[in-house]
């Protein structure tokens, strides 16, 4: 079926193809900085928003504040005028392409909060000219493109796939991942008319080696809903077999290497703490929120979500157990050292990260729980975690290591020293393997 094509569509596609469009990227965090730097770097003008005016005037100096993007990669494109950065949302009516990147949390009662969606969309509504094209990249609910944001873009009387164009690509950043990078990940472009989905197909090709259209928005969302899900699902598994195994003292981590040389009908994953980061803890909730419409019930996502979240637990139980057996003591009034407050290796990023759980509840049994993370300096301010905030890691010292009770280990940084740990702590609850992976055979280590 042909697409018929307004004259404002064809303009704007010409401007794409021949990398003169206008990029704007809404939000300056883990998602929107790689894709703004990436557009940049492929010669495209962009403009970035974001309403923390340190982060623009960190972009516009040619700074970084997120470690694994390079200054070195936004100096040149700040110089040269390829990446400007601006907290005037006011300016959106400049950008071509808008591309949305702000959070999607949830409430407190595990529901979906889009008001950072909602009040970004009114915002370009503001401004929203004929021949723009508007693309949300945040993690949300299949629906949420059609039935929250095309309604208030319309409230002006411009029409979706008509005077403006609306799509939905789903993010796929891997915070530290040195694989795969944002220019190196394939994106899915989902629209519900065909102009709008040729033209985010046209915008993507400048930065990815391949760009995938899937017949709706919808689609797209449940895209990437899928993803996450599929890793929080066999997250769960392996946590869960990490108990059954333990009990039969067997090695997890020594049954997941195994199986994982099956070259078909397997894929690894690894237990820890809890699950983190800004997806995988989320997500779920997001499409078990919406199934509730269609009176669907995902039992095997919420049995999974559960057990996740009763990780902590365990956890906290082990190393209360242990002290107990090793020492004769429990919890109260103990030192205890939580070695890594990231979500994830090699990352400054905390968002929803299970080592914030774990010293509350450490905290809330009695125990002093003091941190350290070589990527991670302070904790800042977070809604979920208010008796965490602001508070500093502490340095590295052996000799100190050697006054905590235990050290619990949350994150498998690669830049600690796992033998001078091994060689100062009195206990090591390790929820990473690292000791194992790091080569050290320890009564002193014990796995959780």
């Avoid at 969309?121 to 929203?128: F, G, S, V």
């Avoid at 795969?180 to 519900?192: E, L, N, Q, W």
């Avoid at 066999?234 to 994982?260: G, P, Q, R, S």
Wanted: a negative charge; one cysteine or more; glycine letters at 8%.
């Amino acid at each position: 079926m042909s697409i018929e094509w307004p004259a404002h569509g064809l303009k704007l596609q010409a401007r794409i193809e021949g990398g003169t469009a206008i990029i704007g990227v809404i939000g300056m965090g883990y998602v929107g900085l790689p894709l703004a730097v990436a557009f940049g770097e492929a010669g495209c003008p962009v403009l970035a928003f974001d309403v923390d005016q340190a982060k623009i005037d960190a972009l516009e100096a040619g700074k970084s504040y997120i470690k694994h993007i390079d200054a070195a990669r936004i100096a040149p494109l700040a110089r040269n005028g390829k990446l400007k950065a601006t907290a005037d949302l006011g300016r959106l009516d400049e950008a071509d392409v808008v591309l949305i990147c702000v959070p999607t949390p949830l409430t407190r009662h595990l529901e979906p909060d889009l008001k950072y969606v909602e009040s970004t969309t009114r915002a370009i509504a503001k401004t929203l000219r004929r021949g723009q094209l508007v693309i949300l990249e945040s993690t949300t609910y299949p629906g949420t493109t059609a039935e929250v944001m095309q309604p208030i873009l319309e409230e002006g009387g411009l029409v979706a796939g008509k005077d403006f164009f609306l799509a939905y690509s789903p993010e796929r950043e891997d915070p530290g991942n040195p694989t795969y990078s944002t220019t190196k990940i394939p994106k899915v472009v989902g629209a519900d008319d065909g102009v709008s989905a040729t033209l985010a197909l046209s915008v993507y090709r400048h930065i990815v080696p391949q760009a995938i259209q899937v017949s709706s928005a919808a689609t797209a969302e449940a895209v990437k809903i899928t993803e996450n899900v599929f890793r929080a699902v066999n997250i769960a598994l392996v946590n869960e077999l990490k108990l059954i195994f333990t009990a039969m003292d067997i090695d997890v981590w020594e049954v997941i290497d195994a199986a994982k040389s099956k070259p078909f009908g397997f894929m690894p994953f690894y237990p820890g703490p809890g699950l983190g980061g800004h997806c995988i803890p989320i997500d779920p909730f997001y499409l078990t929120w919406k199934a509730r419409e269609y009176n669907q019930h995902t039992k095997f996502i919420e049995l999974a979500g559960q057990i996740n979240a009763d990780m902590p637990q365990h956890v906290v139980r082990v190393l209360a157990d242990t002290m107990d057996a090793r020492f004769g003591r429990g919890l109260r009034g103990a030192r205890i050292l939580v070695l890594g407050v990231a979500y994830k290796k090699n990352v400054e990023d905390i968002r929803e990260s299970p080592s914030l759980r774990l010293m509350e509840m450490i905290e809330a049994r009695g125990a002093i729980a003091d941190f350290h993370d070589p990527h991670v300096a302070q904790i800042d301010n977070t809604r979920e975690h208010p008796t965490l905030n602001f508070r500093h890691g502490v340095a590295w010292d052996e000799a100190e290591i050697a006054n905590y009770d235990a050290v619990l280990i949350a994150t498998d940084h690669d830049a600690v020293d796992y033998a001078g740990l091994a060689g100062a702590a009195k206990l090591i609850v390790d929820t990473r393997n690292a000791c194992g992976k790091a080569g050290i055979v320890s009564d002193k280590v014990v796995r959780a």
